[in-house]
């Protein structure tokens, strides 16, 4: 196996970090290398807020449920769906832009998730750890106000760098079979899959908490989908100019 499928394959979610700054040459770079990744039709509709500001962080991390690691990792990123730069661009060179399209969120929310995953990578491969935070969309209005975004502009997620100072295991995964199909969508292999990964986890929470966390993978999905999760975002999304068309 090469190096960067064992990277790939090691990666672990940090929530405890050393007192340690990223050095701001390496951070730039992980940028970089962050532009680097895939965008559709090389439109790069993301926008990264690099949240520096002590107070700022404070108050995401309130927003985004009490996460307080997001005021103690080295730095703090917001990774933002962005239509307004690429939308102004063409407008600019003569076109008469349609916005609000179902289409334009889907591009953008997938850019911004390219180009976090691509500085994911790269700063797993200089021994830093991350934490994504889906929190930020708990209160997403407040962070867009917060962080001054304009309109066309959302905040997808948050991302947590730096330093590790703790050493978790690698996190389980779905059988390959369950996620991958051939020529077509079959499930008729799922349901025994499952039943198997959810063996896999219940031990693997065992392991971790010493016996102190008595579940499994399905069990660990029921709230998600037994109450309405973030029902704000709809209407947030229309607000912001992410409309259904």
């Not at 895939?38 to 107070?55: C, F, K, L, R």
């Not at 929470?205 to 109450?227: C, H, I, M, V």
Request: with cysteine; aromatic share 8%; charged share 25%.
């Amino acid at each position: 196996m090469n190096p960067t499928i064992e990277l790939l394959k090691s990666h672990r979610s940090i929530r405890k970090f050393k007192d340690q700054q990223i050095p701001r040459e390496l951070f730039e770079e992980l940028i970089r290398a962050g532009q680097c990744a895939a965008t559709s039709n090389h439109v790069q509709a993301y926008t990264i807020i690099h949240v520096v500001n002590p107070e700022k962080r404070k108050k995401l991390a309130e927003l985004a449920g009490g996460q307080a690691y997001i005021e103690t990792c080295s730095d703090f990123l917001v990774f933002c769906a962005d239509m307004k730069r690429a939308t102004e661009s063409a407008e600019k060179a003569g076109a008469e832009v349609v916005r609000g399209m179902t289409e334009q969120l889907l591009v953008a929310s997938v850019d911004a998730a390219l180009i976090a995953q691509n500085v994911v990578v790269a700063a797993e491969s200089e021994g830093l750890g991350i934490c994504y935070i889906g929190g930020i969309r708990n209160n997403p209005q407040e962070v867009s106000e917060l962080l001054n975004l304009p309109e066309h502009v959302y905040p997808v997620f948050g991302l947590c760098l730096g330093y590790p100072d703790q050493d978790p295991e690698v996190k389980p995964r779905l059988p390959l079979a369950a996620i991958l199909k051939q020529d077509a969508y079959d499930d008729s292999d799922d349901e025994a899959l499952v039943a198997s990964f959810d063996d896999t986890m219940h031990q693997y929470y065992l392991e971790r908490t010493g016996g102190n966390k008595d579940t499994n993978w399905s069990e660990q999905l029921k709230p998600l989908f037994t109450s309405k999760l973030r029902p704000h975002m709809k209407d947030f999304l229309n607000k912001r100019g992410f409309g259904v068309k």
